[in-house]
């Protein structure tokens, strides 16, 4: 498959007239960073750092071969923000950890990964370490299991550096309390000191960011980064996080399955089912105009507090994933798709442009979508329709 190209980005201009659970996502996305949306960073620039080509990944097993990831492809470029969404065991950090070399050796690894034209596949396994944490940097989704727990704050973000640079100890815990002033950790000197356990959540996943951007990393590929945090914490985390993107001219491929977050955060998003790209594009028009029903089905999935609004109900996606060892014939989403025919159940569709440049999705049917006022309508549920 050819890697869908990147068109120019703007600027979000969220569509007041778009249907009401669209509108719904992005208004609440802007409360929840408090006013830090990707108006207020740097936009991103036209070169490219990371491509990711017809990515595969398989892992063997006693009960047959899990097809974990199939045929994913996308691009990143300088200080852009990719959001990769979907539900549990759809591929997504299976992907990131392809693309950062972290995967055990049982897996089976296909495709191209070029960071700046080189294929990370092909290279030895020093040239991979040189690059891993120095260019491409991970902020994992645990904090807690993430860091040692037996060494101090400060001798991680330090050893963060020496692992790639030669110099004096003194200087790289120097470099480390910078980066805690940067991630907003408050008496970053004494706080060097600390072990893991003395750090809340917040500051653990802030000293994970630190971490990550010690070596000014060309890409963070940030995973669930906020899962385990309220609600307050996460919006300080995000906004922070895009402020350390920009502090460090990195570009970001964020992991998550808060389609709010998406909508704040992120330039373009990539939707992901069962191990495969099925929707792709400049966030606003993916959300607003989805031409996938799996996408339709999460955006109508989403509560809403707008009681005077049709979609205040919540339309869930009947059924549940496929198996990714027993794949259904045709599209995977088919079993539980509402526009589901005969040529779905037997033709898996490709990742393909739709009525609008820059806008891919793999279904049969998207012309249906793009016909409807509403997609989540689609979704509709047995009580609404007897209503």
């Not at 802007?30 to 960073?41: F, K, Q």
């Not at 097993?61 to 994913?72: K, L, Q, S, W």
């Not at 260019?135 to 727990?149: C, E, G, I, S, Y």
């Amino acid at each position: 498959m050819t890697t869908p190209p990147n068109v120019p980005i703007e600027p979000h201009a969220v569509d007041p007239h778009a249907y009401d659970n669209a509108a719904h996502l992005v208004d609440s996305a802007e409360e929840v960073h408090v006013g830090l949306t990707l108006d207020a960073v740097r936009p991103p620039s036209q070169e490219e750092i990371l491509r990711v080509e017809n990515l595969t990944v398989e892992f063997p097993t006693e009960d047959g071969v899990v097809h974990a990831v199939r045929g994913v492809s996308y691009t990143v470029r300088e200080r852009e923000v990719l959001g990769i969404v979907g539900e549990s065991g759809s591929g997504k950090s299976v992907s990131s950890l392809a693309v950062m070399g972290l995967l055990p050796r049982s897996a089976r690894v296909k495709g191209r990964i070029l960071f700046r034209g080189d294929d990370m596949l092909k290279m030895s396994p020093r040239k991979q370490r040189g690059l891993r944490g120095r260019k491409l940097a991970m902020v994992f989704q645990d904090p807690m299991t993430a860091l040692n727990p037996v060494h101090t704050i400060g001798d991680q973000l330090a050893e963060a550096v020496l692992a790639h640079e030669l110099m004096p100890r003194k200087i790289a815990l120097a470099r480390a309390k910078e980066m805690l002033d940067l991630v907003g950790i408050p008496q970053a000197e004494s706080r060097l000191r600390s072990y893991p356990h003395e750090f809340s959540g917040g500051m653990r996943q802030r000293a994970m960011i630190a971490m990550a951007v010690i070596n000014n990393p060309d890409v963070i590929i940030a995973d669930e980064p906020t899962t385990a945090l309220d609600v307050t914490v996460q919006a300080q985390i995000l906004e922070k996080l895009l402020e350390v993107k920009d502090a460090v001219n990195a570009a970001i491929v964020l992991i998550t399955h808060d389609l709010g977050v998406i909508a704040g955060m992120a330039h373009r998003v990539l939707v992901m089912y069962a191990g495969r790209p099925v929707e792709l594009g400049e966030t606003d028009p993916v959300f607003e105009k989805p031409r996938m029903p799996y996408t339709a089905g999460l955006l109508g999935s989403i509560p809403s507090l707008d009681k005077d609004s049709g979609s205040a109900r919540l339309r869930p996606i009947k059924g549940t994933p496929p198996s990714l060892i027993n794949l259904p014939t045709g599209c995977p989403f088919s079993p539980r798709c509402p526009l589901a025919t005969d040529i779905c159940r037997t033709e898996e569709p490709p990742l393909a442009e739709t009525d609008s440049g820059g806008h891919f999705a793999a279904c049969h049917h998207w012309d249906r979508l793009a016909a409807a006022e509403d997609p989540t309508e689609f979704f509709r549920t047995e009580s609404e329709t007897v209503a």
